[in-house]
């Protein structure tokens, strides 16, 4: 398996599940982790995977790209083994390894549309797509992806176990105040995450609730712009940035509200956070229409107008009942519609095709 440094929250937890998986089937199991951070490398190297770390930079260059071909190549990879690339940046790393190792499988996990001629001769490498939507099957197929190549596997709602902290401990750790109401974001630093959004969203929930504590966990190019938006816009003491998190798990326990304001893989932490009653809202985008049932697992809003995300998340923040009502549908939603062993038992058909 090819993969970023992630956290296990969004993709990191459906790479720690479908791992898990194989190793269950029998299969031996590589991860070849081509960026810096994230903890889901570290976790997964403890329950036996063998974790190949290939770069300690924050993007995937073409170092990483030969490292990727000569790690394939030393493996000695072949006819019986798979090379799964999860998301768009890496689906280039497996066709390359395609390309110098023409008899493995190569096998593409997407949860965004892919776009651009990069994405379609990568793709065009693949034996097999696995897409997390009817959206994203979609989108593969106007690049020129075969239909009878797709496979269409949602994913899994299964929060990864928390290691037990407190809430008082976590805010210790994060410089939380343990007596605020917290909210969660996962999203990378990128310009599809929309995250002038959510800055002005959390600049408006100011001025009616001063209670507020926002947590937002995400790397990329749009750091420093972040930063400076926050302090222009007087937001840095109620706004947490995090570049990774290793207790994630537990600060998801503890929040209100996930929100997401753009297109992010499985919405951030919204799939983690409905397993565990959390309500969700999201300016809408392929991944909040697949997971969020509006009004009544919590609010898809549209982009305009811009005072909608606020409004609906106040809305969620100040009225227990309602979301205590959204979180034990979100949780029945989760249970009914994304269940982990129903993913895996399609991820292991997909590549053992």
Same mark, same amino acid.
């Given at each position: 398996m090819i993969a970023r440094g992630l956290d296990p929250i969004g993709t990191g937890r459906q790479i720690e599940l479908v791992a898990e998986g194989f190793q269950a089937a029998g299969w031996h199991v590589h991860l070849a982790v081509t960026t810096a951070g994230g903890t889901v490398a570290q976790r997964l190297a403890h329950t036996g995977v063998t974790v190949h770390r290939l770069s300690s930079r924050p993007n995937v260059d073409a170092a990483t790209v030969v490292k990727v071909v000569q790690r394939a190549r030393r493996l000695g990879l072949g006819r019986s083994d798979v090379v799964l690339a999860w998301g768009r940046s890496q689906a280039p790393l497996a066709a390359a390894v395609k390309v110098f190792v023409p008899t493995v499988r190569f096998i593409s996990h997407l949860v965004v549309r892919p776009r651009g001629t990069i994405a379609g001769l990568a793709l065009g490498k693949a034996d097999r797509v696995i897409a997390a939507s009817q959206a994203v099957a979609a989108a593969c197929e106007r690049l020129g992806v075969a239909n009878g190549k797709i496979d269409m596997i949602p994913p899994a709602a299964a929060p990864a176990a928390a290691a037990g902290l407190s809430r008082a401990e976590i805010a210790t750790r994060l410089g939380l105040d343990p007596g605020t109401i917290w909210t969660l974001c996962v999203a990378p630093l990128v310009p599809e995450a929309r995250l002038e959004r959510l800055l002005w969203a959390i600049d408006q929930l100011g001025v009616v609730q001063r209670?507020?504590?926002?947590?937002?966990?995400?790397? =990329?190019?749009?750091?420093?712009?972040?930063?400076?938006?926050?302090?222009? +816009?007087?937001?840095?003491?109620?706004?947490?940035?995090?570049?990774?998190?290793?207790?994630?798990?537990? @600060?998801?326990?503890?929040?209100? @509200?996930?929100? +997401?304001?753009?297109?992010?893989?499985? #919405?951030?932490?919204?799939?983690? =956070?409905?397993? @565990? #009653?959390?309500?969700?809202?999201?300016? *809408?985008?392929?991944?909040?229409? +697949?997971?969020?049932?509006? #009004?009544? *697992?919590?609010?898809?809003?549209?982009?305009?107008?811009?005072?909608?995300?606020?409004?609906?998340?106040? =809305?969620?923040?100040? /009225?227990?009942?309602?979301?205590?009502?959204? #979180?034990?549908?979100?949780?029945?939603?989760?249970?009914?519609?994304?269940?982990?062993?129903?993913?895996?038992?399609?991820?292991?058909?997909?590549? /053992?095709?």
């Open positions: 209670r507020l504590e926002h947590v937002l966990v995400g790397a =990329g190019p749009l750091r420093a712009r972040t930063l400076r938006r926050a302090r222009v +816009q007087h937001l840095a003491e109620r706004l947490h940035l995090f570049p990774h998190l290793d207790c994630l798990p537990d @600060l998801l326990r503890e929040v209100r @509200l996930v929100w +997401q304001s753009g297109e992010v893989a499985c #919405g951030g932490a919204i799939l983690d =956070g409905m397993a @565990l #009653g959390i309500p969700a809202v999201a300016v *809408t985008s392929d991944a909040a229409l +697949q997971l969020i049932v509006d #009004g009544e *697992t919590g609010r898809i809003v549209t982009a305009e107008p811009e005072s909608d995300f606020p409004r609906r998340s106040l =809305g969620i923040i100040e /009225d227990d009942d309602l979301a205590a009502r959204y #979180g034990n549908a979100a949780r029945a939603r989760a249970v009914a519609e994304f269940p982990a062993d129903r993913m895996v038992a399609a991820f292991i058909a997909a590549c /053992d095709g």
